[in-house]
């Protein structure tokens, strides 16, 4: 039996908490009754899936390695022995790439100025950059390598571009903060993680490319039903045409803990867990999977890598400084895998902050690290706060300008927003209170919206249609109830773009 959905400890640090079949809290995804077993395990196919069909910050290439670095802003060309031996400047802050072996082409996502640059990656020039909606993140290939996918994360769009002219395809509407992308070796669908929603979406790749929503299972035996949430998917990767595994976050507001208590007092559990969802897909690839999820110790596990010659995967803990080693993932059983499993302290050998992967055809695994140093001293915090104030804001969507316009006369004068949410950054840095709040809160600003959900001190609204419905009623911010349902999508449209 292959990921069957019961407890079991993944690796020394780390333990399984896989969901059992009771009543737990959070919405459960449409898949079929946790008792149920999960399909028999797929004949693993002959060809492993190539590493293109992943968005990554790292590709192994016959040479050594080419890895985009989002701080410095280059593409570089790495030896066997990890010297750079080439750099093409790209942006920084540049989002993931695809690197297509045969043609040697690597596709980067330039996030700050919406485009996708193509470079040769043989003699590591730029020869092309093709426009994309605003802040391109992920990129993946087709199995075919025919089609470059690549997901936006300010426009919320996966779009499909011709690998050699660049040319549009199709796109179709994803969900908010889209990051990871990977798409089935099979070449019937797309799964993009999102750092917000606690879902995937599942993206079809024949048209009219219907998107699915598959939520992570939340249960867990120690949180009332409905609080609980998961956010924070950085990777997903599939294991052949069937499988694929992703990591997320799962937050337990610490108001709604069920306290237990178990031998030697009350038990702690920490408000924020890291998991794994292993996914097994019906036999066509589409439709709901069957899901098991995992805890473990791995912190903010965004970087996730398969070694097929190994039958091995990797996750990195960015967080954590840690790597999980799973083998024999798609042979063993669960029993196996438990036995198996292991876990390395990067931290050992300085802290690194592991964000990328690859395996080489040799089988040695190649890490990006992204953080260095051994922690902060008090003038190092306020240097950074200072950093982190002279950054530019996020992007914002794109919307028509014409009904900020009207959204922007709205806030100014109709809504009598400008009391509180005055100034640059849209607050008077004062603190309020409203009927049916408890305490006060301070004036957020309101810079960034569209990518900040949920809203208020305790994320009470999800949406800003849920925000802007509740005015007057929830908040008494202001009194909204004479606009009309255009109104407010105008000031809808001027919020997402501050
Ligand atoms: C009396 C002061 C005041 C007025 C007037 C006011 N706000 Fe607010 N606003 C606040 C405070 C305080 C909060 C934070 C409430 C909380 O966190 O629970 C807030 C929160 C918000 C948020 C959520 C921000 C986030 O990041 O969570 C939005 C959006 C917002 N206001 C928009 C508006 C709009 C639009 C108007 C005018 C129609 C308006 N506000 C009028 C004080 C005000």
Redesign the pocket.
Known sequence: MWWDPRPLMLGALCVMTLAPPVAGCGHRPAAPAAAAPPPPPAVPSAAPPPPTLTGTRIAATAAGALVIDADSGALFAIDRDGRATAQVPIARDAGLLAHDPVRGIVFVADRGSDRLVVVDARRMVAIDAWPTPAEPFGVALTPDRATVLVTTIADRTLIALDARSGAEQWRAALSREPRGVAVSPGGTHVLVSSIATGALDDVALAAPHPVTTIPFDLECDRCEPGTVFARGSGGVIFLDAHRAVASFQREVPESSFVRTSGYGGAAFAPPVTHHLAFLSFPDHGLGAPIQAVAQVAQHQPRALVWDPGGDALYVAGLGSDSLLHLPGLTRATTDGVEASASDAVLRARGRCGPDGFAITADRDLLVVRRMHGTGLARSQVETLVAYLEALPPPRTPTRDPAAVARGRDI?DNA???T???EGTLYTDGAL?T?TG?PTA????S?IG?AA?AP????GS?ET?DD?LRG?GTA?D??D?SSLTLAQRED?KAF?ETR
Request: aromatic letters at 16%; proline letters at 3%; glycine letters at 6%.
């Open positions: 806030f809504g009598g927003c009391t509180c949410h309020h409203f709040m809160a301070d004036t957020p309101l919206l900040s809203y208020f001190h305790d609204a800003l925000l005015f908040r911010m202001a909204l000031l919020l």
